[in-house]
């Protein structure tokens, strides 16, 4: 099993909660972050004064899957948050050694 976590545009969110629905994924967990890479924030222009924005506005999705799902829910990121412009974003694969269902107890891939 696998956590995949993409930090993306917030306005890509309904194309990649689409997309991951359209391969099978049962849930995701939706956050907004803050946050900024290689660019650093840019600097914008209001009321004539210039100012840095250091932390830029993104969404954080996690998704739990099975490992023979992680190809197409890359994939399926990949396209759907893709823009072509800077800031698209990352996406992370981390193992998961355990889940557990807390209403029903269940274990492994049947929590899922």
Same mark, same amino acid.
Request: aromatic share 8%; no cysteine.
């Given at each position: 099993?696998? &956590? *995949?976590?993409?930090?993306? #545009?917030?306005? #890509?969110? +309904?194309e990649v909660r689409e997309a991951?629905?359209? @391969? !099978?994924?049962?849930?995701?967990?939706?956050?907004? =972050? #803050?946050?900024?890479?290689?660019?650093?924030?840019?600097?914008? &222009?209001?009321? !004539?004064?210039?100012?840095?924005?250091?932390? $830029?506005p993104k969404v954080k999705i996690?998704?739990?899957?099975?490992?023979?799902? *992680?190809?197409? =829910?890359?994939?399926?990121?990949? !396209?759907?948050?893709?823009?072509? #412009? @800077?800031? +698209?974003?990352?996406?992370?694969?981390? +193992? $998961?050694?355990?889940? @557990?269902?807390?209403?029903?107890?269940?274990?492994?891939?049947?929590a899922l």
């Open positions: 099993m696998k &956590l *995949v976590t993409a930090i993306i #545009k917030p306005f #890509k969110l +309904d991951l629905s359209a @391969i !099978g994924v049962q849930g995701i967990t939706v956050t907004e =972050v #803050k946050g900024f890479g290689r660019q650093k924030g840019h600097t914008e &222009l209001y009321r !004539g004064a210039e100012y840095v924005v250091d932390f $830029l996690e998704a739990a899957v099975d490992d023979a799902l *992680v190809e197409q =829910v890359i994939e399926a990121m990949e !396209g759907a948050a893709r823009t072509g #412009k @800077i800031g +698209d974003g990352k996406i992370f694969v981390y +193992d $998961l050694e355990q889940v @557990i269902r807390i209403r029903t107890g269940e274990t492994g891939r049947e």
